[in-house]
């Protein structure tokens, strides 16, 4: 079994797809932080556009090789870790916080732990642009009274302005995914949500065909939740707005 396949890995070929994925996502003088370049199929188009690649791939023989498959430039830093185990400001601290971008082909299973560690450290970053499947793309961008709406979009959009750039058909890939992907570009938000409100709409979205009053019935005292214009209502019907105004409702005096 090869690495992609041990790690759930599908590796990007098209090379239409990787100069148009790349120009989407970075600016000429940028500090890139690739996540997974694999065999560095998206790295040399970066490497075209970028001041600097920190390329971190967890597959100790891909990083090795990575190298002397991109031509040895001056302008990659390549490090052998886990993306979810490393400290983002620690490698980028010779960088002009909020100058950098960071770029990959994300693994499926791990999208999520991805965009949360990305987001939590929103300072270090002006963008974020993925490819991922395409039906998590379309879960981050949904608006409410969309079946794909939830707490992942929410969660989202409260910390950066996401776009779906364009879809990639499987044999883009080596080898193909059961399903199709795409790109999304992530404009990350200077300031993190209020506190406490990422945790309300996580308690929203709990049991999505369930009503707010019964989700939300073990936070809040039963006469304040039941009077509320938005009870009687499913999470998935409201707006992200609509959320946090019955969350400040709720949380008020």
């Known amino acids: 079994m090869h690495a992609g396949a041990k790690l759930g890995q599908h590796f990007l070929r098209d090379e239409d797809v990787l100069a148009r994925?790349?120009?989407?996502?970075?600016?000429?003088?940028?500090?890139?932080?690739?996540?997974?370049?694999?065999?560095?199929?998206?790295?040399?188009?970066?490497?075209?556009?970028?001041?600097?690649?920190?390329?971190?791939?967890?597959?100790?023989?891909?990083?090795?090789?990575?190298?002397?498959?991109?031509?040895d430039p001056q302008g990659l830093t390549v490090i052998a870790a886990d993306i979810l185990q490393v400290s983002l400001p620690d490698i980028l601290s010779e960088s002009s916080p909020g100058r950098a971008v960071v770029v990959g082909n994300l693994p499926y299973y791990i999208t999520s732990p991805i965009l949360r560690k990305v987001l939590a450290a929103r300072h270090e970053f002006?963008?974020?642009?993925?490819?991922?499947?395409?039906?998590?793309?379309?879960?981050?961008?949904?608006?409410?009274?969309?079946?794909?709406?939830?707490?992942?979009?929410c969660f989202c959009q409260l910390q950066s302005s996401p776009e779906k750039l364009?879809?990639?058909?499987?044999?883009?890939?080596?080898?193909p995914p059961a399903v199709h992907s795409a790109v999304v570009r992530f404009d990350i938000a200077g300031e993190p949500p209020a506190a406490g409100l990422?945790?309300?709409?996580?308690?929203?979205?709990?049991h999505p065909r369930k009503m707010l009053k019964n989700n939300l019935a073990a936070h809040y005292p039963l006469p304040r939740l039941n009077a509320d214009p938005c009870a009687g209502m499913r999470a998935q019907q409201?707006?992200?707005?609509e959320l946090r105004e019955m969350w400040e409702r709720l949380e008020g005096p």
């Open 198 to 206: 990422l945790a309300f709409l996580s308690a929203c979205f709990r």
């Open 21 to 71: 994925m790349a120009s989407a996502a970075v600016a000429p003088d940028d500090t890139v932080v690739e996540v997974g370049p694999g065999r560095g199929a998206l790295t040399r188009h970066l490497l075209q556009i970028a001041r600097q690649v920190l390329a971190v791939e967890l597959d100790a023989g891909l990083a090795e090789d990575l190298p002397r498959r991109c031509g």
């Open 166 to 175: 364009f879809r990639v058909p499987p044999d883009a890939f080596e080898p």
């Open 126 to 153: 002006r963008s974020a642009t993925f490819l991922m499947q395409e039906e998590v793309a379309d879960r981050v961008v949904a608006s409410g009274g969309s079946r794909s709406f939830g707490f992942l979009s």
């Open 238 to 241: 409201l707006s992200l707005s």
